[in-house]
């Protein structure tokens, strides 16, 4: 029924006449019991999972647009219309993408001196990190993350978990053979295997030698087991004068494009059969890519390689907090632990005592655990 606006009073008494203010006010005056309030949320945050695709595809749209690098080279913020013409961009389109970046703190937007001049588009601390290059860049991350190889796999998750371990891995059932073989096939998807590892290295070493530079000490030669395109090494002699000779050690395909630098030569190999010789080994983010038995066979080759009395192995990964004190990297740990479940037929993220399970059994006498200002934890192995 329709009342006018101005009558509520009418409306009440006609309401009374029929029995339901009474009921009416207690609707509208009672307040959400704690599991209404709850139910309520829980919808929000469901529906930041059905659209939560959004985000990293929005973000992979920026970075290939090369939005933060456009704002960057021109110096300082730029309007809508200076950055649609840089980008050669359909500037409606572009505006709904810089709203929600906006809104996702992102970008920033500088209000202009002028009221009746166009608003601008600054850079924040996060577009940085989605600049091409540049040591803050995390943009290689986003980009192997969100491309179709590594997204296909998600969905077989479900199905890697039925069947108690015998159903095929993800990337293998979705791609025929495992991540590393596919890689080797194909260069383009290496690269951009590489090219992320290279920016987790650009976040982890600087974090590493800037509060363990000790662990490195009369280190001479290191062998970095599975070391990429040697952005590890890298990092390592150029903070350690007196390491002279760093060996990047990594299969075939990866080796053979990675640059040889000075201190820092390039040896392809197959970790499972024979690790070069050298003072120490380090070995980041590629025990994590296995399951205990392979990651026992890698640690007793690395034992192998270095010398009895004085050598040590130096592991960098995440290590999974069991203890309710969690920082705030632990979802990204756990997250991690999902891409490994995706991507690798055996990989996992480890706890201390699992940590401390595949040392043992590869026959180290003992070992520590520092963590440092990284997802990842340094882990010192010794003979
Ligand atoms: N059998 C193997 N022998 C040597 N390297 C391997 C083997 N299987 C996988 N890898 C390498 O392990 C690396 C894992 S990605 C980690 C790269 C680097 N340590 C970093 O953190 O930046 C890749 O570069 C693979 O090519």
């Known amino acids: 029924m329709d009342y006018p606006k101005c009558s509520l009073q009418l409306y009440i008494s006609h309401a009374r006449s029929l029995g339901l203010a009474k009921k009416k006010m207690e609707h509208t005056q009672r307040k959400p019991t704690l599991e209404e309030k709850g139910e309520e949320r829980a919808k929000v945050e469901v529906w930041n999972y059905v659209l939560g695709f959004s985000k990293i595809a929005v973000v992979k749209c920026a970075i290939e647009l090369g939005i933060a690098d456009a704002i960057e080279s021109h110096g300082s913020p730029m309007t809508l219309l200076e950055l649609s013409k840089t980008l050669k961009c359909d500037p409606s389109s572009l505006y709904r993408i810089m709203r929600f970046l906006v809104h996702q703190k992102i970008f920033k937007e500088v209000q202009p001196k002028i009221p009746s001049d166009p608003k601008s588009y600054a850079q924040s601390p996060l577009s940085r990190c989605l600049l091409k290059f540049g040591e803050n860049s995390m943009a290689a991350m986003i980009l192997l993350e969100s491309s179709p190889v590594m997204l296909a796999p998600w969905h077989c998750l479900s199905a890697r978990i039925l069947g108690n ?26 690269e951009l295997i590489n090219e992320a590892m290279a920016c987790d290295a650009c976040l982890a070493l600087p974090a590493l030698i800037d509060s363990s530079l000790e662990v490195f000490n009369g280190i001479e030669t290191i062998v970095d087991v599975g070391g990429g395109n040697g952005t590890t090494l890298g990092f390592l002699v150029k903070a350690c004068a007196w390491i002279t000779r760093g060996i990047n050690f990594d299969l075939p395909h990866v080796v053979s494009v990675a640059e040889e630098s000075d201190r820092v030569e390039n040896v392809g190999g197959d970790m499972f059969d024979c690790i070069p010789k050298a003072d120490a080994a380090i070995i980041k983010s590629v025990l994590h890519d296995w399951g205990d038995e392979e990651c026992i066979r890698i640690l007793k080759k690395c034992k192998e390689a270095i010398p009895e009395d004085k050598g040590k192995v130096i592991i960098l990964e995440a290590v999974i907090e069991e203890d309710e004190i969690k920082d705030e990297l632990t979802d990204v740990r756990l997250m991690l632990d999902m891409v490994m479940m995706a991507h690798t037929s055996t990989g996992k993220e480890r706890t201390l005592k699992e940590w401390g399970y595949v040392i043992g059994e590869a026959g180290f006498s003992r070992h520590t655990v520092t963590p440092i200002n990284a997802v990842q934890s340094v882990i010192q192995a010794f003979p």
């Open 165 to 190: 371990g015998t159903s095929t891995p993800a990337f293998e059932a979705v791609h025929g053979e495992d991540i590393w073989s596919f890689a080797a096939a194909n260069p383009g998807h290496s």
